[in-house]
């Protein structure tokens, strides 16, 4: 993470630089494809700084939000989870794909994948509704290998 960028970027916004914006974006830096909850930032954030409040970790990912550090995703198991986003200049011409997501609906386990198959979709919603797509999520939810081996009655689509 080029922590000289972030401080530019914060100071462009007209926002301070703190201690507590540069850990948390260290937290996500050190934590690549994790998607951690602000709960769970917090617990690694007081290994450091003991007094930082969740308000505050709050705070600061809204802060990371909004300047496109990081991304907030749901899972829809009813938190809502932080990852590491592209830093500008890494998207595509205006789009901000993300990698997508396969949970698990046995273990919980999430398996980020980066295979982008929805161009063709996205070429003809464009060419057909004249709709330019800028950004899509993708979730898919099933079964991981483990929970299927060790369970025969899985609701499994054919």
Request: glycine share 8%.
């Amino acid at each position: 993470m080029n922590e000289n960028l972030f401080k530019r970027m914060l100071k462009e916004k007209g926002l301070k630089v703190t201690r507590q914006r540069m850990l948390v974006l260290e937290l996500m830096a050190a934590h690549p494809g994790e998607h951690l909850t602000a709960e769970e930032i917090r617990d690694l954030a007081k290994e450091q700084y003991p007094e930082i409040g969740l308000a505050t970790v709050y705070r600061t990912l809204q802060v990371l939000v909004d300047l496109k550090l990081i991304d907030r995703i749901s899972f829809d198991d009813g938190f809502a989870r932080y990852e590491l986003g592209k830093l500008p200049g890494e998207e595509d011409a205006g789009h901000r794909h993300h990698h997508h997501h396969a949970i698990c609906l046995g273990c919980g386990m999430v398996f980020p994948f980066e295979e982008d198959m929805l161009d063709n979709l996205e070429q003809s919603l464009l060419e057909r509704l004249g709709f330019a797509v800028t950004d899509h999520e993708v979730k898919l939810f099933g079964y991981c290998r483990s929970c299927r081996a060790k369970g025969s009655n899985l609701e499994v689509l054919d």
